[in-house]
């Protein structure tokens, strides 16, 4: 295992469970929108709980910097979408989802939880063995499977679920964690000093049947919210640059 760490990382993420779980689609976009509404409150009060013990640790699971680069790809793989998005939003850090990424992270565990929040909430995955160079690593081959997209929703890989969940439009939180675990057991295998890390967004994307984004001119189809605001090819206003909580 430990000849080829390289090897294994890929392995990894092609061969991953798609990060978001398939849920049943809505049978329109107005169904969406209520669904996605109407569960905001019941995963607030999720995230609160699954977030307790991560709340009461001094310890963060993610560095300021990794905080900021984790950010920056994921608004600069959003704003060069292809085709273009007329409704793709400014994702902004959400610390209620960064702290139940450190709860779940914390267990190191290799699936998705916990699994009284992944109805509404998104959430992706990557790991690594052997030597931790940057969280860019990690996130990296998320990006790259968008060599296997086709707009809107097709295919031709072994999984696009982590890039569409990257570039879902109206997906505008995101909060990671990263944790080292000593063993982790991973694809029958016992990995060690494996380099976890688990991003959680909201609203969730991945939608059987839906589209990542609406295709356009970037920002001629921005929710109301923004006022018509853009910047860099995304819907965004200066109240929603940050969401600390």
């Not at 689609?25 to 409150?41: D, K, V």
Request: proline share 4%; charged share 20%; hydrophobic share 35%.
């Amino acid at each position: 295992m430990h000849a080829d760490c390289s090897y294994l990382f890929l392995a990894v993420l092609l061969w991953a469970t798609p990060c978001c779980r398939a849920a049943v689609s809505p049978s329109s976009s107005a169904e969406l929108t209520f669904l996605s509404s109407s569960a905001g409150l019941e995963l607030e009060n999720g995230l609160r709980n699954s977030s307790r013990a991560a709340g009461s640790r001094r310890k963060r699971y993610v560095s300021s910097r990794d905080m900021t680069a984790l950010l920056e790809y994921h608004n600069r793989v959003r704003s060069q979408v292809f085709p273009p998005a007329a409704n793709m939003e400014y994702m902004v850090w959400d610390e209620r989802l960064a702290k139940s990424a450190e709860s779940w992270a914390s267990q190191c565990i290799w699936d998705h939880g916990p699994s009284h929040v992944m109805k509404y909430m998104g959430q992706n995955l990557s790991i690594s063995s052997g030597r931790y160079r940057s969280v860019i690593e990690l996130v990296r081959s998320w990006h790259d499977e968008k060599n296997s997209f086709s707009y809107p929703n097709r295919c031709t890989g072994s999984v696009c679920s982590h890039y569409t969940q990257m570039v879902w439009a109206s997906t505008n939180r995101i909060g990671c964690a990263i944790n080292r675990c000593s063993n982790m057991y991973v694809f029958g295998s016992t990995w060690k000093q494996a380099t976890l890390l688990v991003c959680n967004y909201s609203i969730k994307g991945n939608w059987v049947g839906e589209a990542p984004y609406k295709t356009g001119k970037p920002c001629s189809a921005c929710p109301s919210v923004y006022g018509g605001s853009c910047n860099k090819n995304q819907c965004s206003t200066s109240k929603r640059r940050r969401n600390w909580f």
